[in-house]
């Protein structure tokens, strides 16, 4: 070994790079934004076109004013906020069993004959009208016609007694033209889902 080599400094292994610093990260505020507007819409559809939503509302107001309509002239009206229920499922998400013409004619029909057997064993009253509620929806269930809007037939017919021999047929002609309707407006508009899914 020479001289020079003894004298000089020891050897350090090469130390290696210092890290780069971490890329900046958005701050909180900026961040939560984002996040909250996700959680707000959910895990819903989106909402539909508005050529769509148009069509839609149309459909389910034309036929509306027409039930009114019938109802006005032979003095029956009842028939307006249980089936105003049933044309916007019918129009809105007619893919559904609760939409199918299965459902929302027999729905009602059944939920009519539960109505009628509350009112005529134990009157007329809002606790009356609840209990025919539950019972027509169990009713609905057993006879694999599931229509939500129905249960409010029975309440309706208990809470007003509506005469049988007018109501029940001005019933099923209602529940048949919406279902009609929802038939008709499907072919009206190519993009529409077709409707029904299933008559039966």
Do not use: K
Not at 20 to 31: C, N, T, V
């Amino acid at each position: 070994m020479s001289l020079d080599e003894a004298l000089a400094p020891p050897r350090t292994p090469a130390s290696p790079p210092p890290p780069s610093p971490p890329a900046p990260r958005p701050s909180d505020a900026a961040g939560r934004g984002p996040r909250i507007r996700r959680a707000l819409a959910g895990r819903a559809p989106a909402p539909p076109a508005p050529a769509a939503a148009l069509h839609n509302v149309s459909a389910v107001t034309a036929v509306l004013l027409a039930l009114c309509g019938i109802g006005a002239a032979i003095h029956e009206p009842v028939l307006v906020p249980p089936l105003a229920a049933s044309a916007a499922i019918v129009h809105s998400v007619p893919g559904l069993p609760l939409a199918q013409p299965r459902s929302v004619v027999f729905g009602h029909l059944l939920c009519a004959g539960v109505g009628y057997a509350a009112l005529g064993l134990f009157g007329s009253s809002a606790w009356v009208a609840a209990v025919a509620a539950g019972a027509a929806l169990a009713v609905m269930t057993v006879a694999r016609t599931p229509h939500s809007p129905a249960c409010a037939t029975a309440v309706v017919i208990v809470l007003r007694a509506p005469d049988p021999a007018r109501f029940v047929p001005l019933l099923t002609g209602a529940t048949v033209l919406l279902v009609l309707a929802g038939w008709a407006a499907s072919r009206a508009r190519p993009a529409a889902p077709r409707y029904p899914a299933y008559w039966w």
